[in-house]
């Protein structure tokens, strides 16, 4: 919110009259008139800026009046380039003004110029004339024009590469090539003018340059690079600088160019006075004969092995070694790109490679840098024929189980492995195997990782580890409890007390082997652990903690990922194995009460749709659904899935879906669901527990009815129940119903099936109608005539 000043003065902006708007502007010209702006002139443009920024419309200034704040981007005084570049940002050229007219009145081109003028292009020539301008202000020699005249220029260019590539020419690409190749491999090896640490009485003998120096400290005796430090730098030094950050971008990006007519010449040889010989290749003669772009290239393969090779001397501040990591991260990157493009570097990598990664790979603080690393053996490793084992056990067992609590590297990691994951999957046998430390990311900090695992858990799913994965995701409310105690047990003494019963379980050696299984590296030890529920009383303080809760809230989501995973991968065996991990879960999980929900609705969801894929399923696992069913308590604790484990034994428990499925089967089933319908329905609810829901008995009526519609022996048992059903509740309120309403539908559901059992063929025909009848959709077919009659009795209707 604004204050009531600002308000104001918004207000009055907002408000000015047009002919006070053109006497303004006829002032503002006149105090523009004189070399040096005046106090008012300058508090004219800020008032100017005021009234245009709030205007809601466009406005164009007078083409006097735009040529006077055109010519204060060529002022010396940063603060008048500031503010006329922010005036012209409100406003449009004057019409028949192209840009380029505009930019030919601005000299020198500065930043804030640049900047302008790249906001105000209308079209991809504009943008072209912009970069063909900022490329002749670098073809300039320096001594033509302001020392930091060329500073502001790649990042612009950068900013256009960025955006519309397409705006380069070939032409562009090669000059800008050449000139990078001057500014990284030629840059003056001498300080630059800094702050004089001998005093007042200063000589020209004092003023001598000093060489540049190493972060060590040491006398540099090669090219400079963003490594290298001194009490001041120049211009060409700084413009090594703006070039290493841009470089890899350029060396990405260069190749989507427009294909223009190229004048250049293709044996560049640079021009800069004063060049070093490099001590890093030998061959720099020979590499002026390549192209400009062949020749970008291994300047940067050479700059690159420079930055590796100071990266290993002793920084002597904390900020310069953060800068190390920061331009290994950047060099090895680079690499991995000049590789991509030229394979034949791959080789004269690769040594580097691997000894930097020997040096690195003990210390976890160079972890930023060593995914680099790991992303240049993925690229090239099977190529350089090199081992990749010792790379992949640190990436997927120490980062993940060592690194977990370290956010910007899981983001790292999770991005390292979303980039790859085809090349993971065919290459890398350790990707899959790791699923349980990779999960420790996702228990750790489950809102900020969820979305990326979310796209690589269907990775993950194989026929080896879907049984393990989902026990693995069903715990991870147990796992993101137990992260917790790890580090709650290295920071705290053991001698201290703990305060938590969960952390002394953590440090008991009769609990160890539980907590340990959770904290597995790899799978493959097995599919989950016995005492479950006394792992659960353990935690059982947990439950509220909030990284605990936001895990749990995650689960359900990618256990659907899963379960729309598997049934691509599955064969049946599989997937009955799944239904039995279902059934046995359901009543294990961690004692929160939203997680035990969800969860209980996603297994319901997919039982579903398990059993409609491969309805064999019901009688392959028919025993342990039998047994799921018959269990009382579950009518009570676990209604949702206990319905659709009763509906699924009624639905597909069928000679019609299965051969196999016996009048022995199906009256063991009914017997089973009788005896749990017949104990809801005459005994009073368990203490403790609610009333079943009318959806339990009416989905238990119906389940009997179709099984007795298939053994017709059966149909008097199930009259004789929906019989004295009625005639229990005609006695007023029962015991095991609290509604009324509720009591009315399961009364009228049961007159339903029992009026249908009066005959049975008719009941078989509604209850469990054959897939013949169900499938084919007769009023859409075209092929038959239903359709034409419905049309035609519906145009009757209407007619009438």
Known sequence: MFSHGSESLIKQAREIQESELKKFYSRLIKLL???????????????????????????????????????????????????????LRETLPPSGQELNNISEKINPLNSHAAALLLSQARSRTDLSSLCAQLLRSLESRQSEGPTHASTHTLPILNTILTHSPECLTDDHVTLLSKKLVDWLRYASITQGSGSSSSGFFTGPRSRQPAPIAELDGTVSGDFFTVLCVGQGFTDDQWMNVYSFSMLRHWLLTYHCVSNGNTTADT????????????????????????????????????????????????????????????????AVCMLDCVCVEDASLVYRAFPCIKALFGRLSSDLSFARVLLPIAQFYLNHGEMA??????????????????????????????????????????????????????????????????DDFVDLLPSLVTTGTAVELLHTLLDLPCLSATLILQLRSTCMPISEPGGLMSLDAFRNPSFRGLFLFLLRAESGSGDTIERLSTLHDLLS?????????????????????????VVTVANEKLLSHLILVMLERSNLLLDIPEYITETHRVFSCHLLRLCKLHPCLVVDQSRELREFAGTIANVYNQEEI???????????????????????????????????????????????????????????????????????????????FLSKLRTVTRGGPVCWCSDEDDLVSIVTRGEELWSLLKAPGVAQSVLTPPPHVITPKWHRDTNLAMPLQLRALTNLTHSQ
């Open 33 to 87: 008139q004189g070399k040096d702006l005046s106090h008012e002139a300058v508090d004219s443009l800020q008032r100017l800026h005021l009234i245009l920024s709030a205007n809601k419309f466009i406005t164009k200034l007078s083409p006097e009046l735009h040529g006077k704040v055109v010519s204060l981007l060529s002022s010396p005084s940063e603060q008048h380039q500031v503010l006329s570049s922010a005036v």
């Open 267 to 330: 044996d560049d040889r640079s021009e800069v006075d004063g060049s070093v010989v490099s001590m890093v290749s030998a061959t720099s003669s020979s590499s002026r004969l390549l192209p400009p772009k062949e020749r970008l290239r291994e300047k940067a393969f050479q700059y690159c092995q420079r930055l590796i090779e100071q990266s290993d001397r002793k920084a002597h501040k904390r900020t310069d070694v953060d800068l190390q990591k920061a331009c290994l991260v950047e």
């Open 385 to 450: 024929a090199v081992d990749c084992d010792s790379v992949w056990k640190l990436v997927f067992d120490r980062f993940p189980a060592e690194m977990f609590n370290d956010n910007f590297l899981a983001h790292e990691l999770l991005r390292f492995l979303r980039l790859n994951l085809e090349s993971l999957q065919l290459r890398v046998q350790q990707y899959t195997q790791s699923f349980p430390n990779l999960l420790k990311l996702l228990a750790w900090n489950s809102p900020a990782m969820v």
């Open 541 to 565: 303080e947990a439950v509220e903690w909030p990284r605990v809760v936001q895990c749990a809230q995650a689960v359900p989501v990618l256990l659907h990922i899963f379960f729309n995973t």
């Open 642 to 720: 206990y319905t659709h484990v009763v509906w699924v034994l009624g639905e597909y428990l069928s000679v019609s879906y299965d051969s196999r499925c016996s009048v022995r089967l199906i009256t063991s089933c009914f017997e089973t669901l009788e005896a749990v319908l017949f104990e809801v329905t005459s005994s009073s609810t368990p203490l403790g527990a609610v009333c079943p829901a009318p959806r339990v008995i009416t989905t238990l009526m119906s389940a009997l009815a179709k099984l007795a519609s298939r053994s017709h022996d059966l149909i008097p048992r199930v009259s004789l």
